[in-house]
């Protein structure tokens, strides 16, 4: 008889052999068990949808974290006519403060150039209203502020809650972006999906590529197109089909994914005749982590 994890191949002439065989075959069995259990979690990482699952529940996280930094987000806009050519540049930069716990955007530069004395006396005055107004919320009602922020940070949680369940996920291949290794994952959206909050209405309208690193589970990159017509609200804003969006993340320090640049093909008609046609490039950067018990700003600058 042979027994599993024996040297032998003939009978056992005492109990303890016999245990002892049986002891080694379970010690092999374990082993194989184990690797079975390590190939079955390596498939399930390979599953695209639960790749997806792992990193919409990361950037939940970070939704929470983001609300801790301050930094500077530059916007350029070109015009473009019907034939794709240039019409005119008009860029801006906001730095982005944390008042009473919520975000506002202080405009410092237009066009490329420092704000003119007058410009800079006139955000100065609207920063110091808005404090002010910030200021009598707070002791109005000390929770009206952050309830206010805590449903924005809802409605967005709600669609990243979303994006698994809106379209068909498939890998194809891997790609470096950035020093990280990425899975390259296409998501076509799914027919007849029914959208559950209210920014998910936008989901069906897209197809897109993600690029997702493989050792933190983090959106490095995202590429999405518009499929179909996208409106936006009562003011007849439709962003066409072919529109394009790219964003990239990077990693502050150790704690958090933060959005780094964004890029827009504009293809939009504005109410019942006007059109616009326009590339819109977008930078994030100068991170500072603000203290947590500052009431206005107090920040930290991150290498």
Same mark, same amino acid.
Do not use: H
């Given at each position: 008889?042979?027994?599993?994890?024996?040297?032998?191949?003939?009978?056992?002439?005492?109990?303890?052999?016999?245990?002892?065989?049986?002891? *080694?075959?379970?010690?092999?069995?374990?082993?194989?068990?184990?690797?079975?259990?390590?190939?079955? *979690?390596?498939?399930?990482?390979?599953?695209?949808?639960?790749?997806?699952?792992?990193?919409?529940?990361?950037?939940?996280?970070?939704?929470?974290?983001?609300?801790?930094?301050?930094?500077?987000?530059?916007?350029?806009?070109?015009?473009?006519?019907?034939?794709?050519?240039?019409?005119?540049?008009?860029?801006?930069?906001?730095?982005?403060?944390?008042?009473?716990?919520?975000?506002?955007?202080?405009?410092?530069?237009?066009?490329?150039?420092?704000?003119?004395?007058?410009?800079?006396?006139?955000?100065?005055?609207?920063?110091?209203?808005?404090? @002010?107004?910030?200021?009598?919320? @707070?002791?109005?009602?000390?929770?009206?502020?952050?309830?206010?922020?805590?449903?924005?940070?809802?409605?967005?949680? @709600?669609?990243?809650?979303?994006?698994?369940?809106?379209?068909?996920?498939?890998?194809?291949?891997?790609?470096?972006?950035?020093?990280?290794?990425?899975?390259?994952?296409?998501?076509?959206?799914?027919?007849?999906?029914?959208?559950?909050?209210?920014?998910?209405?936008?989901?069906?309208?897209?197809?897109?590529?993600?690029?997702?690193?493989?050792?933190?589970?983090?959106?490095?990159?995202?590429?999405?197109? @518009?499929?179909?017509?996208?409106?936006?609200?009562?003011?007849?804003?439709?962003?066409?089909?072919?529109?394009?969006?790219?964003?990239?993340?990077?990693?502050?320090?150790?704690?958090?994914?933060?959005?780094?640049?964004?890029?827009?093909?504009?293809?939009?008609?504005?109410?019942?005749?006007?059109?616009?046609?326009?590339?819109?490039?977008?930078?994030?950067?100068?991170?500072?982590?603000?203290?947590?018990?500052?009431?206005?700003?107090?920040?930290?600058?991150?290498?």
């Amino acid at each position: 008889m042979i027994t599993l994890g024996s040297t032998t191949t003939g009978p056992r002439s005492t109990n303890s052999g016999r245990w002892a065989g049986t002891y *080694a075959g379970w010690k092999q069995a374990a082993v194989l068990l184990s690797m079975a259990a390590c190939l079955a *979690a390596m498939a399930a990482a390979q599953d695209p949808r639960e790749i997806i699952l792992r990193s919409t529940a990361l950037d939940q996280r970070d939704l929470e974290l983001r609300r801790n930094y301050t930094y500077v987000v530059k916007a350029e806009q070109r015009r473009l006519d019907s034939q794709g050519r240039l019409r005119s540049v008009e860029s801006e930069e906001w730095e982005v403060l944390v008042l009473y716990g919520s975000p506002y955007r202080r405009l410092i530069a237009k066009n490329g150039r420092p704000l003119s004395a007058e410009e800079e006396r006139k955000e100065q005055a609207k920063l110091e209203k808005e404090m @002010a107004r910030r200021r009598k919320a @707070a002791e109005r009602d000390p929770g009206e502020l952050s309830r206010e922020d805590a449903r924005e940070l809802e409605e967005q949680k @709600a669609l990243l809650k979303e994006i698994a369940d809106a379209f068909s996920f498939r890998i194809e291949g891997e790609e470096e972006v950035d020093g990280f290794l990425c899975w390259r994952i296409r998501a076509e959206p799914l027919a007849g999906y029914r959208p559950k909050s209210r920014r998910g209405k936008l989901l069906p309208a897209f197809r897109g590529l993600l690029w997702i690193t493989q050792d933190e589970y983090r959106w490095a990159r995202v590429q999405a197109e @518009a499929v179909r017509t996208v409106s936006f609200g009562w003011i007849l804003a439709r962003l066409q089909p072919g529109s394009q969006l790219w964003f990239e993340q990077k990693r502050v320090q150790d704690e958090i994914w933060l959005p780094s640049s964004a890029r827009m093909k504009i293809f939009a008609r504005l109410g019942l005749v006007r059109k616009l046609n326009a590339e819109v490039d977008v930078t994030f950067s100068n991170y500072r982590k603000f203290q947590a018990d500052s009431r206005i700003v107090e920040t930290q600058e991150l290498p």
